[in-house]
């Protein structure tokens, strides 16, 4: 059963850098998962595409700071020089035939 | 830029019926995969269901809070996606987005529109 968990929250400092985790379910470290950042108040905004290979394919507009990459059955999104709008819910998504799921998402904040 | 408007959101008795749409534009809406995801209110995001374009055999599938009540279908002529929810619960109250998926990753995302199950 595919399942992905995340870390419930994490900060750093107003200009550092903060990696996120998201972790495949056993028998699914070969997928690829897409990461999403939820600011307060706003729907949902598409960040990347991160394959298990650590190649990342990023959504229109996205800045250069955020970045994915991969581990075996791990995923990241690392947000580097953090900026007050990059407070926010960051989720991500995995796939498989008839089935899509989320993460719990991670709470970033900015300090 | 890639436009995504969900309508049809609003206040439902428990056990009614509600039609949801998701207008599209910017992009040759047959081509892909159409998603819904709702987020009830101060939790994540869930996977509702989604429908393969008709390359793919327009075919449908759902999470299991709502298989069997939910359905979703498109009108290609139209871009426009529909969630259509029968037999409502309270537990049904949420925020519901539709998004566009690239190979199953969701690429794009509506604003959302707020179904609340109420008496």
């Known amino acids: 059963q595919l399942v992905v968990t995340q870390s419930p929250s994490a900060s750093a400092s107003l200009g550092a850098s903060v990696k996120l985790t998201c972790t495949l379910s056993?028998?699914?470290?070969?997928?690829?998962i897409a990461w999403h950042q939820q600011q307060p108040e706003k729907g949902p905004r598409y960040l990347m595409k991160?394959?298990?290979?650590?190649?990342?394919s990023k959504g229109d507009g996205i800045p250069d700071r955020f970045s994915g990459s991969s581990s075996g059955a791990e995923r990241y999104l690392t947000i580097s020089s953090l900026q007050s709008e990059d407070e926010a819910d960051y989720y991500c998504?995995?796939?498989?035939?008839?089935?899509?799921?989320f993460g719990p998402g991670t709470k970033v904040t900015v300090l | 830029e890639v436009q995504l408007v969900e309508s049809g959101g609003g206040l439902v008795q428990p056990g009614r019926s509600l039609r949801l749409s998701c207008t599209t534009s910017?992009?040759?809406?047959?081509?892909?995969?159409m998603t819904w995801v709702r987020q009830a209110p101060g939790k994540g995001l869930e996977w509702v269901g989604f429908?393969?374009?008709?390359?793919?055999?327009?075919?449908?599938d759902y999470a299991a809070s709502v298989k069997g009540r939910f359905s979703i279908s498109r009108d290609d002529s139209k871009s426009v996606a529909y969630l259509q929810m029968n037999s409502l619960k309270t537990e049904d109250t949420a925020v519901y987005y539709c998004?566009?998926?690239?190979?199953?990753?969701?690429?794009?995302w509506g604003q959302g529109t707020l179904v609340t199950v109420s008496s």
């Open positions: 998004a566009r998926e690239t190979g199953g990753a969701v690429d794009s």
């Open positions: 910017e992009f040759t809406f047959g081509d892909y995969a």
């Open positions: 429908i393969r374009s008709k390359s793919y055999g327009g075919t449908t």
């Open positions: 056993s028998g699914h470290s070969s997928y690829a």
């Open positions: 991160v394959n298990s290979d650590g190649s990342h």
């Open positions: 998504q995995a796939w498989d035939t008839g089935i899509r799921v």
